[in-house]
């Protein structure tokens, strides 16, 4: 659990960087091909958006599909279940009147991927969720998602080249790089 500003000023500074060494988290979505929406593929830990987006290359895009990748840091990533739904309806107000544009993401069912489903423009995260789940038409999904579009980090499609290219080299992914099948059989004398 993280300390609060008022528990860090009471410990000694050494005692605070033994605790405090996790880099932030963000949260990773993927776009395989044109056409197809962003995923939420998981997350990784960085020490700015820039590293986390180079983290994600890393860890995410084995295979050449990749067109496109976000990053946004997890804080900023609204996640609400269908259960958190129905028990804690999402209040609409906000003291912003300001809008902005909000991405906002749904899981349709349990076997499904968290799939972007489109733009919301409004006054705060949950403003954005409470329309996205009244006025979208869908059998009940079990996860939604909603992250400020100044929030989001991609990459761009002029280092699409130089950023997923290299995965393509990547054969130690393949499995038909990996007799795994024929070598048994040739240590088990068959």
């Known amino acids: 659990m993280p300390l609060s500003r ?6 000694p500074p050494w005692f605070i960087s033994m605790t405090d060494t996790q880099w932030p988290r963000f949260e990773v979505f993927l776009t395989e091909d044109e056409g197809k929406p962003a995923a939420h593929v998981g997350s990784v830990h960085a020490s700015d958006p820039e590293i986390a987006l180079l983290n994600a290359r890393d860890v995410f895009v084995r295979r050449p599909q990749c067109r ?13 279940t269908a259960e958190e739904l129905r028990s804690q309806p999402v209040p609409e107000e906000s003291n912003d009147k300001t809008e902005n544009l909000y991405l906002v993401f749904c899981k349709r069912s349990h076997r499904e991927p968290l799939v972007f489903i489109g733009y919301r423009a ?6 954005a ?3 996205a789940v009244q006025e979208i038409s869908l059998p009940e999904p079990t996860l ?5 579009d100044q929030a989001v980090i ?3 499609a002029q280092e699409r080249a130089s950023f997923f290219t290299p995965a393509e080299t990547k054969d130690y992914k393949q499995h038909v790089r990996y007799p795994v099948a024929r070598l048994i059989k040739e240590i088990q004398g068959k």
């Open 68 to 80: 496109d990748l976000w990053v946004a840091p997890a804080g900023r990533v609204l996640f609400r």
């Open 154 to 156: 991609r990459s761009q």
């Open 144 to 148: 939604w998602a909603v992250v400020s």
């Open 6 to 11: 008022g528990e860090r000023k009471l410990l």
């Open 122 to 127: 409004a006054r705060s995260e949950k403003a």
């Open 129 to 131: 969720l409470a329309d």
